[in-house]
């Protein structure tokens, strides 16, 4: 997905993840959110974003997701941030996700628009700098840098951006799509996205692709 990790931005691919900047799985994340606090330092958010391939190139899917934020005080100033998010893609026409050099497994070269599947995953790091302020809001989207300026200040620093370099971070993503989905048989369904570390420290891997050819 590459919805991943985070730059600022996110990080390089898929795990794209924060339209400000923080990765995500996976994630560059660019979209609408909407969303509300659950209770026991959980935010859930209803999203709508791009997922970019293995190389970070180009957008190959659209993604409808519930994204949910959790947070943990570790005790001495600083917090764990747990990012899960789980909903359903649709493909956009060109190359597979997973068509990249970095990828070794098996894998496509394209994929056709309108496949749709599902997917999941989380990203997890500490957040130091800041302080955590439970009644925060986020205005129009609340992706990971956003939330993280809301809810802990613009100060805050998150071990999972992509602009910092920590072996503090890890995020794993899957998508999967049926054997025949989008009006054809695909010939690779799976693909995941899973990794450690954020900027010089990263380490990422793909597996698998959903691709058509």
């Not at 180009?58 to 997701?65: D, K, M, R, Y």
């Not at 992706?143 to 071990?159: E, H, K, L, P």
Request: glycine share 16%; proline share 2%; with cysteine.
């Amino acid at each position: 997905m590459r919805r991943r990790i985070i730059p600022v931005v996110l990080l390089v691919g898929v795990l794209t993840l924060a339209a400000s900047g923080l990765a995500d799985p996976g994630h560059k994340d660019k979209g609408k959110a909407q969303g509300k606090a659950q209770g026991k330092n959980k935010f859930s958010f209803a999203l709508t974003t791009t997922d970019r391939r293995c190389d970070g190139s180009e957008p190959w899917a659209t993604l409808t997701e519930k994204r949910t934020y959790q947070v943990h005080a570790n005790g001495d100033g600083t917090f764990r941030l747990r990012r899960v998010d789980k909903g359903t893609f649709t493909t956009v026409a060109g190359k597979s996700p997973g068509n990249c050099t970095a990828n070794k497994s098996k894998h496509g070269q394209l994929v056709r628009a309108g496949v749709t599947g599902r997917f999941g995953g989380y990203l997890e790091g500490t957040i130091t700098g800041g302080t955590f302020n439970k009644k925060g809001t986020c205005a129009v989207a609340c992706f990971t840098g956003d939330f993280i300026s809301a809810f802990f200040g613009v100060g805050a620093v998150f071990s999972c951006d992509g602009a910092t370099n920590s072996t503090d971070c890890k995020f794993n993503y899957n998508y999967t799509a049926p054997s025949r989905g989008g009006n054809g048989k695909l010939i690779v369904r799976h693909w995941q996205d899973r990794g450690k570390g954020s900027g010089t420290t990263l380490d990422e891997h793909f597996h698998g692709d959903i691709a058509s050819s």
